[in-house]
T-cell receptor, first 113, second 115 residues
Framework: GENVEQHPSTLSVQEGDSAVIKCTYS??????FPWYKQELGKRPQLIIDIRSNVGEKKDQRIAVTLNKTAKHFSLHITETQPEDSAVYFCAANLPGTASKLTFGTGTRLQVTL | GAGVSQSPSNKVTEKGKDVELRCDPI?????LYWYRQSLGQGLEFLIY????????KSGLPSDRFSAERTGGSVSTLTIQRTQQEDSAVYLC?????????????FGPGTRLTVL
């Protein structure tokens, strides 16, 4: 099955700096990679996703890049703000199984003033 | 509109007891998923329902775990003879069609503590 590794497990940045979270996946047939944000005590929410036919996708201050050859994808947050503080999870779909996602273990991002 | 809801929000039980966790998906969503989130871990897939198809139970960790979805809507996850290692947050999610790019919308979760 699919295996997703996520690094770092914790990340602390100053407000205004950029944050990068990296994930690797094992199955080259995976073709969909969403990122979820989970604020303390709240439910995970999708913030951005990318399909395997695209190398990069941006949405305001967040972007995701995908390197299919290396089987890794990254989340980039620019101009970080305190409200970006949360746990971020990457995920990859299990090939041939439509909707099943394998999640990384999460990155706790702390944006300090 | 209303999001995914789950009940109870917290459940404390004694080892060996059975528990039932409930999930109400977004109205009209045909796909429903259960995940388990242990402390400091990611979300572990448990089971997936899509319309009237047989559920994908490949993620259930043991035969003590079962789930059903009645009428294509509400789902119940049952854990029999609970063990301490079952303590976790159980999250339910739903998506419109279950396609691989469908956004999965999560509920608030049920925090299960097995004493």
């Amino acid at each position: 099955g699919e295996n997703v590794e996520q690094h770092p497990s914790t990340l602390s940045v100053q407000e205004g700096d950029s944050a990068v979270i990296k994930c690797t996946y094992s199955d080259s047939a995976s073709n969909y990679f969403p990122w979820y944000k989970q604020e303390l005590g709240k439910r995970p929410q999708l913030i951005i996703d990318i399909r395997s036919n695209v190398g990069e996708k941006k949405d305001q201050r967040i972007a995701v890049t995908l390197n299919k050859t290396a089987k890794h994808f990254s989340l980039h947050i620019t101009e970080t703000q305190p409200e970006d503080s949360a746990v971020y999870f990457c995920a990859a779909n299990l090939p041939g199984t439509a909707s099943k996602l394998t999640f990384g273990t999460g990155t706790r991002l702390q944006v300090t003033l | 509109g209303a999001g995914v809801s789950q009940s109870p929000s917290n459940k404390v039980t004694e080892k060996g007891k059975d528990v039932e966790l409930r999930c109400d998906p977004i109205s009209g969503h045909t796909a429903l998923y259960w995940y388990r989130q242990s402390l400091g871990q990611g979300l572990e897939f448990l089971i997936y329902f899509q319309g009237n198809s047989a559920p994908d139970k490949s993620g259930l960790p043991s035969d003590r775990f079962s789930a059903e979805r009645t009428g294509g809507s509400v789902s119940t996850l049952t854990i029999q003879r609970t063990q301490q290692e079952d303590s976790a947050v159980y999250l339910c999610a739903s998506s419109r069609w279950g396609g691989y790019t469908d956004t999965q919308y999560f509920g608030p979760g049920t925090r299960l503590t097995v004493l």
